[in-house]
């Protein structure tokens, strides 16, 4: 049987990062050592609390269809969110709740794109921001940036790469893969463009409290009303309470979006998970305490790997202040990041994610949401790895 496979599907690259995880998964299954170095999530559990009011919402039979969009007590938590840590206002009704982060960034994408319409992304990017643009039938237009910038893009760059077609730009602060996060100043100057060229913001803020070394988390949406009304924030709970299998995410928008994503949600998902949404709201109403205690391991950790990596002969990385990520430079190996990643595994047993996935093929993903004694191993297996390819 030749089976028919849409243009759109068949467009998308195969991940890369599933290759790898599968990989290593099946040698762990074998009961071989392997280090882990390439999750992509908290090695926290969900605060008890949160735990607590879903349990409670389910054993009260809280089973059916809500809205589409979300709880109403989930959406006022939101808004009163985005009241209280950026200042900014929003209604109720402009905020959607999705399955997921990665559910508000696809709605986003499929609600303000098309063919023949182009979204700027900065590379290195999250993996799945190009392969959105292509299921919306758009074209993704790729901005180059290297360690020498801290992965940042200017203004400049931004505004050369604008055309007619441009729809949307795509800034992820602080930065999954590569853990940088832009000063508010910068941040302004890009949405200033953005403003200027009437171009929207897609702002991924999913890593908003994982922040570092006293760095500052600042909304595009804040800045000036003009800014507010290009922009649209996805956000979600996943990272800072430790909830990626809840399946929970959320963003905020001007109205008339808020609507259209409101009609493709209610006809592709309907409502995220009803007894998820009761813990989501205990997430954004309840005790946030436990944030103080992951951000000062998160930190550790991010400052021993930081040193250790740029210990090893080949490697060079710049330092992060957040997220849960850095991203080494490994081109003084002579390697390119598939090969490095594959022969890491192979020879080491440590899994790390390839850049090329994330579009910079000198660089691999080292997450450290992971133990520090998993974090000592295996940089001292990469350490041996790097100093067996240069024989030093
Ligand atoms: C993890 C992540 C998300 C969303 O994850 P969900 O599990 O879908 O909530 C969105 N953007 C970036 C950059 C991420 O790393």
């Known amino acids: 049987m030749n089976y028919h496979i849409s243009q759109r599907a068949a467009s ?17 299954a074998e009961g071989q050592d392997v280090v882990g170095f390439g999750a992509g999530e908290p090695d926290f559990d969900t605060p008890q609390h949160i735990k607590d009011a879903a349990a409670e919402a389910l054993a009260k039979g809280f089973t059916k269809y809500t809205p589409s969009s979300g709880i109403p007590e989930l959406r006022q938590a939101v808004a009163e969110k985005f009241k209280r840590d950026n ?15 990665k559910h508000s960034c696809y709605n986003v994408i499929l609600a303000t794109c098309q063919e023949g319409d182009e979204v700027i992304i900065p590379a290195p990017y999250w993996l799945s921001y190009p392969e959105m643009v292509k299921l919306a039938g758009a074209t993704p237009v790729i901005l180059p940036t ?13 505004r050369a790469a604008i055309t007619p077609r441009t729809r949307l730009f795509i800034l992820n602060s602080p930065s999954n893969p590569t853990g940088t996060i832009y000063e508010p100043e910068e941040i302004k100057a890009l949405g200033d463009v953005c ?36 922009t649209i924030i996805v956000h979600g709970l996943a990272k800072a309470y430790s909830m990626t299998g809840w399946r929970l995410g959320y963003l905020a928008a001007p109205e008339p979006i808020a609507k259209a994503i409101d009609a493709i949600q209610s006809h592709s998902t309907s409502n995220p998970t009803s007894f998820a949404q009761k813990g989501g ?11 103080a205690a992951w ?10 790997a930081w040193r250790r990596l740029n210990s090893i002969p080949g490697v060079s990385c710049v330092n992060a202040r957040g997220a849960f990520y850095l991203f080494p430079n490994i081109s003084g190996t002579g390697l390119k990041s598939t090969e490095f ?21 000198d660089y691999i993903r080292i997450s450290y949401a992971t133990s520090m004694a998993n974090i000592e191993k ?10 067996g390819l240069l024989g030093r």
């Open 12 to 28: 998308l690259s195969p991940s890369l990062t599933l290759a790898i995880d599968a990989k290593a998964k099946q040698m762990k």
């Open 87 to 101: 200042g900014l206002s929003y209604k109720p009704s402009q905020v959607i709740i999705s399955c997921g982060g």
């Open 146 to 158: 290297s360690d020498k910038t801290e992965f940042k893009v200017t203004p400049e760059q931004l």
């Open 195 to 230: 403003v200027e060229k009437g171009v929207l913001i897609m702002s991924d803020e999913i890593y908003e409290k994982l922040v570092y070394d006293g760095a500052r988390h600042v909304s595009v949406a804040s800045f000036s009303p003009a800014h507010y009304e290009h």
């Open 281 to 291: 709201v205990a997430a954004l109403t309840g005790p946030q305490d436990h944030l």
């Open 295 to 304: 951000l000062a391991e998160y930190s550790k950790r991010r400052l021993y």
């Open 341 to 361: 990643c594959a022969r890491l595994l192979e020879q080491e047993k440590v899994a790390a994610v390839p850049g090329i996935a994330f579009g910079a093929d």
């Open 378 to 387: 295996g940089l001292e297996r990469m350490e041996r790895f790097c100093r």
